[in-house]
């Protein structure tokens, strides 16, 4: 079992910056992939990026969101920078075995840390 908790989350102006950490337990396969996605309220979970030595990121985020891995400490982090009103959402750390898009290929999720963006 993989244990997963996600912590950073806040109120934030537009503009603002805020940096998301996730702490992993458990047992814990370095090869699999960590990710971050969110999910805004009435939408669909949507993939924000993830990493297993290389990194990808989503369209919407490029640019202005760096993802990062701690292999010593077990650690996850999501540096958010120029942040607009519509990055409001839950945000969720989640691990598996593929570099993909679809929740449905991540075994384990956190339960979840907010962000609101204000304008």
């Known amino acids: 079992q993989v244990q997963l908790v996600e912590s950073g989350g806040g109120l934030v102006q537009a503009g603002g910056s805020l940096r998301l950490s996730c702490a992993a337990s458990?047992?814990?396969?370095?090869?699999?992939?960590m990710a971050w996605f969110r999910q805004a309220p009435g939408k669909e979970r949507e993939f924000v990026a993830a990493i297993r030595g290389s990194v990808f990121y989503a369209d919407s985020v490029k640019g202005r969101f760096t993802i990062s891995r701690d292999y010593t400490k077990n650690m996850l982090y999501l540096q958010m920078n120029s942040l607009k009103p519509e990055d409001t959402a839950v945000y969720y750390c989640?691990?598996?075995?593929?570099?993909?898009?679809?929740?449905?290929?991540?075994?384990?999720w956190g339960p979840g840390t907010q962000v609101t963006v204000s304008s």
């Open positions: 989640a691990t598996g075995p593929d570099m993909v898009q679809v929740t449905t290929a991540y075994v384990y």
């Open positions: 458990g047992r814990i396969y370095s090869s699999y992939v």
